[in-house]
């Protein structure tokens, strides 16, 4: 009697084992969306954090990095919202680094202080590799001087060096006067130091018109605009 009873039970297991419906098999499609999703959500942290602390190249090859590889997922929406801005600054910030390498700076004893000097060469070379330096000169006994000087060659005053044409950026030319050191070194001092220099703390370039024996007449370009005045702290009184 018990063997009748059981045996209906088991069979309505049976069944019951048999109508279970399996579970479905993992969607690689899912997993691959998830796991892209992981590694960009990742890679834009680090690309924010980039961006927020100023290193924008970095920033940018992270951010180039993100849309090209994880170019469906919401972390590549996110970069591209910012990427274009970051950029024009990272192009802006490599323009700057370019400009101050221009300069070289000195500071050596001398006699009742330190002489310093900021100096850059013009953008064009002469001959060969020779060019014309612009010198910035803070010395303790002879003052503040702006000064042209030149590799291997001499100026030609032939035709009047008194007055230099000038040129800050896209301004018109000025004449400022100019003077040949009596003592016959090859530069050519420009007398209003003060107000060339604060012309050329507000300049990107300066453009000088010159001449010279066996070359002839020249305009130099100087890109001026990564001169950092903090590394001539002795500026004269006013």
Known sequence: MRAHFLL???ISLGLLACSKTPA???DPVAIAKADADA???KQLALYEQMRAG?????????????????????AAAQVQKT???VREKAKRDSESKRLARLWAYNNVPEAGGTQYSAAIASRESLQGNARIRLVLRQHPKWGQSVYLLLD??????????????VA????PAQRMKATIPPTGEPALFIDDNKGFIAKLEKAQKVSIDVNL?????RTEVFEVGGYDASKMPDKPKK
């Not at 024996?213 to 007449?217: P, Q, R, Y």
Request: proline share 11%.
């Open 8 to 10: 209906p039970i088991a």
């Open 24 to 26: 479905p098999p993992p």
């Open 39 to 41: 590694k960009a959500n």
């Open 54 to 74: 100023g290193s924008a190249d970095i920033a940018v090859n992270l951010g180039d990095e993100i849309v090209k590889t994880y170019p469906n997922t919401a």
């Open 83 to 85: 990427l274009g801005e």
């Open 152 to 165: 291997n060659a001499t100026f030609d005053c032939s035709k009047g060096c008194a007055t230099l044409p």
């Open 168 to 171: 800050f950026d896209d301004a």
């Open 213 to 217: 024996f066996k070359i002839g007449a």
